[in-house]
């Protein structure tokens, strides 16, 4: 199952909306979760099964979909919201990455 | 608390096996799936596979299958992953990551990587 992200990178300022989409390949329900990765730090889970926050994951992050297209949304960007953000289906082995979303602010 | 220590950086030459570790604490380590995870230089994350300590049931993504070794020793609380050949292209960050399964509201169980490892950096080059 191939996810494909987009965009692949942008640029904001704190206090935007930021959405970011992942599109599977084929029906997947709602077996995605999203990742946030920092430099030089391993990902930590934000979102699992495509819109349930992970204990301790600010409120400000959401996320939404299912079927095919997903998407994760920051409702008010902060300072500490940088790092590239992945999604991966856990509908089947391998479990695949899409390719990340870079963000940055401006 | 959970914790996935990872074995330190290496530096290989091409041809050179290699076995790096993974070592599980605060948990039932056997009843619990741990993945491994590659990010090449500048790249993203690719899942490589993933086994249950328990009784060793492994999943390989495709493009790792034959390339990798995954194991695991329930005595130590260790996930092993190794290279019997390594290649310049292997050249990557390798995180384990312990799976959770995760109930939604209609009860489907659906598999997240909730604790990761630091990483291990591994180097080929000649």
């Known amino acids: 199952i191939q996810m494909t992200q987009s965009p692949s990178s942008l640029s904001a300022s704190v206090g935007d909306r930021v959405t970011i989409t992942c599109r599977a390949s084929?029906?997947?329900?709602?077996?995605v979760n999203w990742y946030q990765q920092k430099p030089g730090q391993a990902p930590k889970v934000l979102i699992c099964g495509a819109s349930t926050l992970r204990s301790g994951v600010p409120s400000r992050f959401s996320g939404s979909g299912y079927g095919a297209e997903f998407t994760l949304s920051i409702s008010s960007l902060q300072s500490e919201d940088y790092g590239t953000y992945y999604c991966q289906q856990s509908y089947s082995a391998p479990r695949t990455f899409g390719e990340g979303t870079k963000v940055e602010i401006k | 608390e959970v914790q996935l220590v990872q074995s330190g950086a290496e530096v290989k030459k091409p041809g050179e096996s290699l076995k790096i570790s993974c070592k599980g604490s605060g948990y039932r380590f056997a009843n619990s799936w741990i993945g491994w995870v590659r990010q090449m230089p500048g790249k993203g994350l690719e899942w490589v596979g993933i086994i249950y300590p328990g009784d060793s049931d492994l999943r390989y993504a495709p493009s790792f299958e034959g390339q990798v070794t995954i194991s695991a020793d329930t005595s130590t609380s260790t996930t092993f992953l190794q290279w019997n050949s390594l290649k310049p292209s292997d050249t990557a960050m390798y995180y384990c990551a312990r799976q959770w399964d995760f109930f939604d509201s209609s009860a489907q169980i659906i598999p997240l990587f909730d604790y990761w490892g630091q990483g291990t950096l591994v180097t080929v080059s000649s």
């Open positions: 084929q029906n997947i329900d709602n077996f």
